[in-house]
Nanobody
Framework: EVQFVESGGGLVHPGGSLRLSCAAS????????MAWYRQAPGQVRELVSS????????TYVDSVKGRFTTSRDNGKKTLYLQMNSLKPEDTAVYYC?????????WGQGTQVTVFS
């Protein structure tokens, strides 16, 4: 059974930092490009960042470039998102999944709230 367990979210002030983790199981994690997604209240889920299966290539949505860094540890089957200089508009539930159009079942996500 494929499973994603996201963690590391919390409450932070603008300018703060958080490091999210996503523990994956039930599939060949190291074979697939992976991605972080987020969904703010009343909004559709959006792609935030992707990373190639080897970790050599990453992409970011313009709004997080220079502030967020995605990495992965294939041995631990874990995806990471380092978020710095957080802004109120980063408030959302963050999820991980495959980067392709074909997705596995979503995990519960982890809530990130940035407030003044």
């Amino acid at each position: 059974e494929v499973q994603f367990v996201e963690s590391g979210g919390g409450l932070v002030h603008p300018g703060g930092s958080l490091r999210l983790s996503c523990a994956a199981s039930g599939f060949a994690f190291g074979v697939y490009d992976m991605a972080w997604y987020r969904q703010a209240p009343g909004q559709v889920r959006e792609l935030v960042s992707s990373i190639s299966n080897s970790g050599a290539r990453t992409t970011y949505v313009d709004s997080v470039k220079g502030r967020f860094t995605t990495s992965r540890d294939n041995g631990k089957k874990t995806l990471y998102l380092q978020m710095n200089s957080l802004k109120p508009e980063d408030t959302a539930v963050y999820y991980c999944n495959r980067a392709s159009a074909v997705k596995y079942m979503w995990g519960q996500g982890t809530q990130v709230t940035v407030f003044s």
